[in-house]
């Protein structure tokens, strides 16, 4: 049986409320939401942010190939930061999870949007951060 698909986007066409601010931004994969897990949530400066990818029920993961990028903005819309990443395997392969430990910059007190994306414009998945 052939599969239909229902995409819900908002009114600037985007899957993910504020794709629109995401500089250079080419294409939004589906299938990769709700992979990326982030903690501590809310974080303090000088903590690292621990960033947890745990792969889909296909077992497929973009960045088992090549780098990835991550950019956080503020609700505002505002770039505060960047980084390519190369997740390493968790202490279990097996279960593929794999996880990146970032150290971003002070950030003021606040809410931020941290985009998991491709070098080349492909939009994975995103999550909140809150700054205390």
């Known amino acids: 049986l052939p599969h239909i698909w ?4 908002d009114s600037l066409g985007c899957i993910e409320p504020g794709c629109h601010l995401i500089s250079g ?3 939004q994969v589906i299938g990769l939401q709700g ?5 501590p949530n809310p974080w ?3 903590n690292p942010i621990q960033l947890l990818f745990t792969a889909p ?3 497929i993961m973009p960045y088992q190939e090549k780098t990835t990028r991550l950019v956080l903005y503020d609700l505002q819309g505002r770039l505060v930061y960047e980084q390519d990443i190369a997740p390493q395997p968790g202490p279990s ?3 593929g999870t794999y996880h990146v430990e970032l150290h971003p910059p002070s ?3 606040g809410k931020y949007i941290l985009h998991w994306m491709s070098l080349g414009g492909a939009w994975y998945d995103s999550v909140k951060l809150v700054v205390e």
């Open 107 to 109: 950030l003021g007190t």
């Open 44 to 46: 303090q400066h000088g």
């Open 25 to 27: 931004l080419q294409e």
């Open 57 to 59: 029920s296909s077992g």
């Open 93 to 95: 392969t097996s279960s």
């Open 35 to 39: 992979s990326m897990g982030i903690a």
């Open 6 to 9: 229902v995409i819900r986007t």
